[in-house]
């Protein structure tokens, strides 16, 4: 039986990555927060997708928000900036996919997720909205199937526990992205790093080497190496994201000082 309000104490499950949890959000009859291997992954609420409980999902949110506002709607997208087809890497509880639903009511949402356990429990406890079609399997290797020019939106929140795949995080990966956004179509990827954010600079480096244009938004107290934490990097048609009070948004000069004379990160040979 799906949940569609609270249950007294948190469901815990056994899943391929080792032990999902849900557990209740005293203060909110419909919310939820997703943890895996005591990791959390996604906060929920279903009465109200656009509660997102997360500093970078709302970042996400407002890089969405942006986007749409600019115009610069992908081909064979709407001219009033609503996307037509959208490729969520990483699945979790489905949290940017519910806003997505919510803001563009019918829109293509196809949601790639390595663990089929998890996705039976949130089909099962959390069910999906319409429109939203949940394919297992490997987030890297389901894109580069995928047509070219075939999304407006992809949006890669990928992870082992709390690390990034290196297979979503090379130039390998940064290109196949490429291909598969229309022209006007806009790459967001959830990273997350500890000083000196050596990562996330290796990666900036990676995403510039494919997309013509890159930024990146997050906490400045996090992109000035001076804590751990998450940062959104965006690609494409980036959009001019509004930001709140203590973050930061870097582009054009900005992100080649950030990143250092750091190199792409490549595939291993195969």
């Known amino acids: 039986m799906a949940t569609h309000g609270n249950r007294g104490a948190p469901l815990v499950v056994t899943v391929a990555s080792g032990q999902a949890e849900l557990r ?8 939820w927060t997703l943890l895996v291997n005591d990791v959390p992954q996604s906060y929920v ?5 656009e509660r997102l409980e997360f500093p970078y999902v709302r970042q996400i949110g407002r890089a969405l928000r942006a986007w749409s506002a600019s115009g610069r709607t992908a081909s064979g997208g709407t001219a009033s900036g609503v996307p037509n087809r959208i490729l969520h890497l990483g699945g979790g509880a489905l949290t940017v996919p519910r806003l997505a639903a919510r803001w ?80 006007g179509g806009l790459l967001i990827m ?13 990666q900036v480096a990676t ?22 934490g998450n940062v959104v990097l965006l690609a494409g048609a980036v959009p001019r994201v509004p930001t709140e009070r203590d973050e930061r948004l870097l ?5 080649v000082v950030f990143s250092g ?4 990160r490549l595939d291993a040979p195969r």
């Open 251 to 255: 582009r054009a000069g900005e992100l």
């Open 190 to 202: 959830n990273v997350t790093d500890v000083p000196p954010l050596a990562w996330t600079r290796i």
């Open 45 to 49: 609420d279903l009465a109200d997708p």
């Open 104 to 183: 563009w009511p019918g829109v293509a949402q196809k949601v790639v997720e390595l663990d089929p356990l998890l996705v039976d429990l949130v089909r099962r406890e959390l069910p999906p909205p319409p429109g939203v079609e949940i394919e297992v399997g490997d987030a890297r290797a389901i894109l580069e199937t995928e047509d070219p020019r075939g999304y407006d939106l992809i949006v890669a929140d990928v992870f082992d526990g709390a690390a990034t795949p290196v297979s979503v995080a090379t130039l390998g990966f940064a290109s196949a992205a490429a291909r598969a956004l229309r022209p």
């Open 24 to 31: 209740p959000d005293p203060a909110r009859p419909q919310g």
């Open 207 to 228: 995403v510039r080497a494919a997309f013509d244009r890159a930024g990146l938004l997050g906490p400045a107290a996090v992109l000035r190496g001076r804590r751990a």
């Open 261 to 264: 004379g750091a190199r792409p």
